[in-house]
């Protein structure tokens, strides 16, 4: 398949593909484009451009793009593999590429500093932002864009996906979680009485999004590098205009501003139709990014997504993350626990599968400890299950089998770990307990189901000394060869 540089060019090579609909009938920004797209979403349609949106049409940006990673078979693309590759090869993919991440290159002249907009001329009214959902409390600006943050003292970079409805011609009230990349980042501005730098990269390469949205440890480097490595070539990146931030050459638009910690300055956000499926996060005054400058490509793209996914009803975040989330921790793991051969997160990041070739008693739970004393389980791994490599972890029906009959909670297979950090989006947690405000994050009692055959059951000779009775599903040898043998003459 032959590479792409940026998001156009990945639309370019979608619409070659016939991954593409372009929409062309008049439509509107309030509601009408979030329900096309929920309901193209749900029957795993085409990535969408829409090119008539009502009120922009002679505005800065004319169109929007989304679902651009909406189906298995794009993400496929995205990652240059054949479309038909399996979750498992995916993920096996990813992993092995960011165990190498690539440099990025930093340039003078980009397609996103065409334009240039600075000051009191600043409008973010001029972007075709949706009103995604009927209960959103307002137009969700920031969903699929790149947030980019500076460590103050380490000056890496962090770059992340939360967030952000339009508020007004230049702010942008976001959700900012203390746990966080750019949370810890705001922490040391915080301390000294300073406002911290940040850029918002809106249509940004598909690559980027992907590493932007899953929960990388980069100690020595920035998603950047890891989105390089998904690409396996370089990201090209430009200094922004009003700090020494860093942005995607290629990127539709960039908005560039700063952020304060200071209540004084938040304003009303919320609720947001989540990615748990359920309206989170309710009205609240929130930490407020205000914009002091907007560069952009040419007749720009705009892009965003539904996020919110539910039993039947699906969103473009949940094609990817399943992966990217999977990939991540699979790598992380692989730095403190021996033997870890797979991972996989099937439905929701809250609930984790991890595979191991058994070392030792208590080897599930390092696994529990390694995942949860990390940035990996902010926002996951509220249950993990653990389970042997003699166990598919991509195979429901295995993991079932093994919950059955490998799992005996008076053995203390079953492990809750109670007040830990957890998200404040998961409505099974009382209100009062996911105060972010209050608390920084939300709590989780998280469970450790230990589906691994137990050590502490004694081998027995009648088992061929084993802990467990030999398989009672498998055919005896001599009886294989000869039904092989037979195998036509039965009429097969």
Known sequence: MEPYRDQREYIDLLE???EVKRIRAEVDWDLEIGAITRKVCNQRGPA???ENINGYRHTL???LFTNGLGTKARVNLALGLPAESPYREIVRVMKERWS?????IVVKDAPVKENVVRGDKVDLCQLPVPRWHYRDGGRYIVTSAATVTRDRDSRQLNVGVYRGMLSTRNSIPMLLAASQGWGAHLAKYQERGEDMPMAVVIGEDPAIFMCAAAPIIHPNCSEYEFAGALKQRPIELVRCETSDLLVPAGAEIVLEGKISADPKTFEPEGPFSEYTGY???DRAPRHTFRVE???YRSDPVFTGCITSRSPGRHAETATFTCATFSAAVWNALEQIVPNVTGVWTPVARENLRVQIKKLYRGHAQQVANAIWA???GNYAAKHLIVV?????????AAVEWALAYRVNAAMGDVSFFPATIGSMLDPSVPLEERDAKKYGMGKWTRVLTDATINWELEPRAEYDGKRYPPLATDIDPEHEALVDRRWKEYGF
């Not at 190498?100 to 990025?104: A, I, R, T």
């Not at 490599?389 to 429901?396: A, K």
Request: charged share 40%; with cysteine; aromatic share 6%.
């Open 16 to 18: 070659r593909l016939g």
């Open 48 to 50: 969408l451009l829409f």
């Open 61 to 63: 940006c004319r169109r």
């Open 100 to 104: 190498k991440p690539l440099d990025s």
């Open 279 to 281: 309206m989170a996060g």
């Open 293 to 295: 400058c907007v560069t």
């Open 374 to 376: 990390s940035k990996l």
């Open 388 to 396: 042997d490599d003699d166990i598919d972890i991509f195979d429901d």
